[in-house]
């Protein structure tokens, strides 16, 4: 008795570790025997009929590599109910009965809906360089994103130190702190500016006062791109307004974030996450997101996926207190 087909595709934004995990999928699913089609371009592929065939050698040496082969996007078309039945028509045409979805919380909803609609068994896998989603500790993406911005502050460290100037350092997460926090204390921020807290800009103050007077020293301020604030253009000029003796500079990270080779850490996640959306099919699961949590593969139904916010507690706010004196 043949298995039933299975496709897999990437929605959303790019991040490091992609590919990864489509690798583990596609050979996963060739030693349980299954044939695995992928879908280019996201939901917008999966509605424009674009399935394109993967076996084990379409696979071969990617591992390392940045983004997506299979190309991404984000879909307005796919919120209209007219494109969703055209979305499903061509999974039935080219016989499919469950797709792996590597995405964020909004892909994951968007799955759900398909799921419901459809009668499709969707798994997902979690990836997006904001960690900010429910059902696993880590998601693809972010152990680059984090390293790749810790890099970048050293060096802009460096700069601020030879000038003695403030610098703010603007990083990616949409509304959620974890890489902010992350990397302001991996590089030794003297401020780090987050949606989750109101404390941070007086917590900021009370650091810029107790360095004011320091010689040959530097300030490096991590702005969370979502902040209440308004990012670090507008906390530059905050910070002028009621300092006009410090010279500043602001350095937006952008984008540079979600390129790149992925870290040992995300091809590894990527990689037992593509192990495990395939075998959630060979036994029998349906429509949940794989994810890891305490080291050890969890399946959550995707119902219960959600977008989720840093957890902002005294401890936190007391770590960086000591660590910027």
């Not at 680059?144 to 403030?166: G, K, P, V, Y």
């Not at 002028?240 to 979600?258: A, E, F, N």
């Not at 050890?296 to 996926?305: A, C, R, V």
Request: one cysteine or more; charged letters at 25%; a neutral charge.
């Amino acid at each position: 008795m043949n298995k039933p087909n299975i496709a897999i595709m990437t929605s959303g934004g790019d991040v490091p570790g992609l590919n990864a995990a489509i690798r583990a999928a596609v050979r996963t699913a060739a030693y349980y025997q299954y044939k695995i089609v992928g879908i280019e371009k996201g939901y917008e592929g999966l509605i424009d009929d674009a399935f394109i065939p993967l076996h084990s050698g379409s696979v071969s040496n990617i591992i390392n590599k940045g983004g997506t082969f299979l190309q991404s996007s984000r879909s307005e078309r796919f919120k209209d109910e007219k494109y969703r039945k055209v979305a499903y028509q061509n999974l039935k045409k080219n016989n499919i009965e469950h797709l792996i979805l590597i995405g964020g919380d909004g892909s994951m909803k968007g799955a759900q809906v398909l799921a419901s609609e459809s009668g499709i068994n969707v798994i997902g896998i979690p990836k997006t360089i904001d960690n900010d989603i429910s059902g696993t500790d880590f998601s693809i993406g972010f152990d680059t994103a984090t390293n790749i911005a810790m890099e970048a502050i050293d060096r802009i460290r460096d700069t601020a130190t030879s000038h003695h100037r403030l610098f703010f350092v603007e990083v990616m997460g949409r509304n959620a702190g974890y890489i902010a926090l992350e990397v302001g204390i991996a590089t030794g921020a003297e401020g780090i500016i987050i949606p989750e807290t109101h404390r941070d800009l007086q917590l900021l103050y009370e650091n810029i006062e107790h360095k004011k007077n320091w010689k040959n020293s530097s300030y490096i301020v991590v702005v969370a791109e979502g902040d209440e604030i308004g990012g670090a253009y507008h906390l530059e000029k905050t910070i002028q307004q009621k300092y006009p003796d410090i010279y500043t500079g602001v350095s937006i990270l952008g984008h540079i974030q979600r390129g790149g080779s992925p870290s040992c850490r995300d091809r590894t996640l990527a990689t037992k996450l593509g192990i495990a959306a395939v075998e959630a099919i060979q036994s029998e699961k349906r429509n949940v997101m794989a994810g890891i949590i305490h080291e050890k593969i969890q399946y959550t139904p995707l119902e219960q996926i959600a977008n989720r916010s840093l957890d902002i507690n005294e401890n936190t706010i007391k770590i960086l207190k000591i660590l910027s004196k």
